[in-house]
């Protein structure tokens, strides 16, 4: 990896099912059959319950903005030519809250609870990035 | 640097998203949504903790003078916080002794006393948390601190409050109920935590302008000021500040994931 590369996430065997959802435009995510928690990051037991049987669900791709910040320096050279960039917390109404790019609208047309929609960024064919976008 | 960036994260680096500043941001962002706060209110933080600093000749900002209109002109890192939002990146080292009372008093110099500690630690992972508008970890661990050193918030004559960044100060203070959500805007107004202000803050310039020594910046001085060993910027009538007995101290780590409180008092 060269340094002007963008990084790509660290893909292990929990996060593995969640990355080939996104290469199948699906936003998956575990499920404890215990207590109904919908989890993220993807782990082996439940954080509310510590219960390890679970079943992967898929989202339905849309969300709301949590937080979102503007970034104005490439801390990684891979993203000097996207500056300025947004970068968000969009809430699912399944339960978890993502990392995510808010493109499609100007940095400052971006606000907390603004409703979004998943856009799936095909990066190669082996990564796919979900990024959300404004509901018009 | 980049290495320490890239164990920081987990997934996000693939968005961009990299290192302390633009958690902290979004921390930031989503307060000033839930509550009245944002740059008009962190100008006072970082421009009163300078003048400290200005006072202080081994701070990294001792000869250089900040105004409000220097804070809110300086550019962008990640919004909403500008450069004077961020600390310092400082090479150095701080250290302290501790030990127990009675051999204390057998040395050189006058001791202060740990007179109260607490910790919280609320969650794991930011984009899980569900407080990062507050309550911060700062509010259990202050009212446990407050209670095993036996005092309340009125007690307190200076705070050394852990500062990553402007938001953190205002967070943590808020959180010890120092004022309530959203009312920071007013009280840090008329120069309340600067020399002559009525409850001094990072009286050394703090992580934003003195140096950055992680939760050493805030202890040692605290400790120095308990001492008396703090030069042109001591507590008491040449600063126009009250002479301490009760200081205290924040630690905060991970993106507000953990604070510890430390009560300090005059031996």
Request: hydrophobic content about 35%.
């Given at each position: ?136 | ?44 933080i970082a421009?009163g903790q300078r003048k400290w600093a200005?006072?202080n000749?081994?701070a ?27 600390c ?70 200076a705070c050394q409050i852990y500062d990553?960044?402007t938001?953190t100060v205002?967070?943590t203070l ?19 935590i600067e020399?002559?202000?009525?409850m001094p803050v990072n009286t050394s310039g703090g992580q934003l302008s003195e ?6 910046t805030p202890?040692?001085e605290g400790?120095?000021q ?7 910027r ?13 200081i205290?101290c924040s ?17």
């Amino acid at each position: 990896m060269t340094m002007d590369t963008k990084p790509i996430p660290k893909i292990n065997e929990d996060s593995r099912p969640f990355w080939e959802g996104c290469k199948a435009h699906e936003l998956r995510f575990q499920k404890c059959n215990k207590c109904g928690h919908v989890r993220w990051p993807p782990a082996i037991i439940c954080p509310e319950c510590h219960a390890k049987d679970t079943t992967w669900i898929t989202a339905a791709g849309h969300g709301r903005v949590y937080t979102y910040v503007v970034y104005h320096v490439a801390y990684h050279p891979g993203f000097k030519g996207e500056l300025p960039y947004v970068v968000a917390i969009v809430e699912l109404p399944e339960g978890p809250r993502i990392f995510t790019n808010i493109i499609g609208c100007g940095t400052d047309e971006v606000y907390c609870d603004m409703e979004v929609e998943v856009v799936w960024d095909d990066v190669t064919v082996e990564l796919t990035l979900p990024k959300f976008r404004p509901v018009r | 640097m980049m290495t320490m960036l890239m164990t920081l994260g987990q997934d996000e680096e693939a968005f961009g998203h990299f290192g302390a500043t633009g958690s902290y941001a979004l921390a930031a962002q989503r307060a000033m949504h839930e509550f009245n706060t944002g740059p008009e209110t962190w100008k006072h933080i970082a421009v009163g903790q300078r003048k400290w600093a200005n006072l202080n000749p081994v701070a990294m900002t001792y000869n250089r003078n900040m105004t409000y209109d220097d804070y809110m002109n300086a550019r962008w890192l990640v919004e909403p916080f500008r450069l004077f939002d961020n600390c310092l990146v400082s090479d150095g080292g701080r250290a302290y002794i501790v030990t127990t009372a009675e051999r204390a008093r057998d040395l050189k110099q006058d001791p202060v006393l740990i007179a109260g500690l607490g910790q919280h630690n609320p969650a794991g992972y930011p984009q899980s948390a569900t407080y990062l508008a507050g309550p911060t970890g700062a509010k259990v661990a202050g009212e446990a601190a407050f209670r095993m050193a036996d005092i309340t918030r009125d007690d307190i004559d200076a705070c050394q409050i852990y500062d990553c960044f402007t938001y953190t100060v205002e967070i943590t203070l808020q959180d010890y109920g120092f004022f309530k959500p959203g009312e920071g805007a007013d009280w840090f107004q008329g120069g309340t935590i600067e020399p002559g202000g009525r409850m001094p803050v990072n009286t050394s310039g703090g992580q934003l302008s003195e140096a950055y020594f992680m939760g050493l910046t805030p202890i040692t001085e605290g400790v120095m000021q308990l001492m008396g060993r703090c030069g042109e910027r001591q507590l008491g009538p040449q600063t126009g500040t009250k002479e301490p007995e009760i200081i205290l101290c924040s630690d905060n780590g991970g993106i507000l994931q953990c604070n510890t409180t430390i009560i300090l008092r005059r031996a």
